[in-house]
């Protein structure tokens, strides 16, 4: 099940969180609930209902939106949603905490504790660059971004979204051609942080990171190009945002 921005649910979604950071409250609230409305599937009214939720003003409301997201997350049973299961069993809880249930408080706490776990993707795994690199060789955590030499990462990324990983490779800096490589993890693996419940619930970009190397065992050449002008727009994004490692969304 793969995310898809150009969706007109998930539109929405951007539009509300762009009337967010402008401090328009109202509006956002708006715009979600239309999200709402026009969802017609479950990852659609799962998104959505994310957003409702947070902008309701009564705590029975907010925890109805909540319970709602948490049975479709649970029904979908996708990787694009799991890690956002662990936040609303403690959201849950904190709504029951306001309103004076701790025994309900305390068993939604428990299953936000069981329900964080290490991503259950199994992959294929894709990594984006412009680096001429062979079958064998191993990617490692320690060297300089792919798109800010300035900055040294501490992890070695990647997705299990093939078209993500060809916009990163668009994007990464040099003069090489646009190389997707398939990985294989060496060892553990974590949900990206950065991405993850940051903007969109869960991780539905499918990004991850580890401290071991990876594997080069692969390498793909069919995936959706962007145009010279949606690149010029990440680019725009990338040279603005402080220092975080930007969302990249698969198309």
Known sequence: MEFNPNNNVVKLCLQGMGMEE??????ASKLFQEAWN????????????HYVAQYQKNVDDKLKWLEIALQLALKINDDTVKSAIPSLY????????????????????ELATSFQNKPSDKGPFYHGTKADLLLGDLLTAGGSSNYKRELKMNHIYFTALVNGAGLAAALAKGDNRERVYIVEPTGE??????????KFPGNPTRSYRSQA???IVGEVTDWVRQTPEELQKWREKLANNKGEIIILISF
Not at 22 to 27: H, I, M, S, W
Not at 96 to 107: G, M
């Open 22 to 27: 402008k401090g328009k409250p109202e509006e």
């Open 189 to 198: 693996f974590e949900n990206d942080p950065n991405v993850t419940d940051k």
């Open 90 to 109: 403690s959201n849950i809880a904190k709504c029951y905490e306001e309103l004076s249930s701790p025994d309900k408080a305390k068993k939604n706490y």
């Open 213 to 215: 190397p990876l594997k």
């Open 38 to 49: 026009e969802a017609t599937y479950d990852l659609e009214k799962f998104i959505s209902a």
